[in-house]
T-cell receptor, first 113, second 111 residues
């Protein structure tokens, strides 16, 4: 079956511009997570959605970052006024239910110039 | 709060064993292990819930010591396919649901 998909795969943007990253989770998965991975680093939790519950936004690094999940499916991560330190690979993962195994997408590599 | 993984890197010959540790300064509810090969997305290996259970996946197993607030991943009779970076992700409460990942341990298995 189809796995988690993310788009775009690569994004180069100028400092100060806004970007939107998209995640299509596995159909039927109720939990969706966003992570950030800087070069050679571990995974940094950003935000977690579970069904129709309020998202856990505790990992968002600043108010320039926001995310939404429409209809319990597709999610969009928006970064406003991008900075060079935002450059990283942004990974999305979904799971059938919270605390189940997470299936990761291929990621979006964001480069801010 | 990020768990601490050790060692940072290990090089093995095929057939050798290795242990990767994941330690926390806070009480743990669960530990999740993932492996990421270069240029690929992380792939799930196993979840351990508090209670000191041990699990296995192929010849990869793990233990969770609640008292010591740590988990260990055991690579037994390593194969070339075991090469990659191993991450532990930790949950700190039963209502946590989000994972704090360690910095990773890079494993290189050579023929």
């Amino acid at each position: 079956g189809a796995g988690v998909s993310q788009s775009p795969s690569n994004k180069v943007t100028e400092k100060g511009k806004d970007v939107e990253l998209r995640c299509d989770p596995i159909s039927g998965h109720t939990a969706l997570y966003w992570y950030r991975q800087s070069l050679g680093q571990g995974l940094e939790f950003l935000i977690y959605f579970q069904g129709n519950s309020a998202p856990d936004k505790s990992g968002l690094p600043s108010d320039r970052f926001s995310a939404e999940r429409t209809g319990g499916s597709v999610s969009t991560l928006t970064i406003q006024r991008t900075q060079q330190e935002d450059s990283a690979v942004y990974l999305c993962a979904s799971s059938l239910w919270r605390r189940y195994e997470q299936y990761f997408g291929p990621g979006t590599r964001l480069t801010v110039t | 709060q990020q768990p601490v993984q050790s060692p940072q890197a290990v090089i093995l010959r095929e057939g050798e064993d290795a242990v990767i540790n994941c330690s926390s300064s806070k009480a743990l509810y669960s530990v999740h292990w993932y492996r990421q090969k270069h240029g690929e997305a992380p792939v799930f290996l196993m979840i351990l819930l508090k209670g000191g259970e041990q699990k296995g996946h192929e010849k990869i197993s793990a233990s969770f010591n609640e008292k010591k607030q740590q988990s260990s991943l055991y690579l037994t009779a390593s194969q070339l396919s075991y090469s990659g970076t191993y991450f532990c992700g930790t949950e700190y409460g039963s209502n946590d649901y989000k994972l704090s990942f360690g910095a990773g341990t890079t494993v290189t298995v050579r023929a």
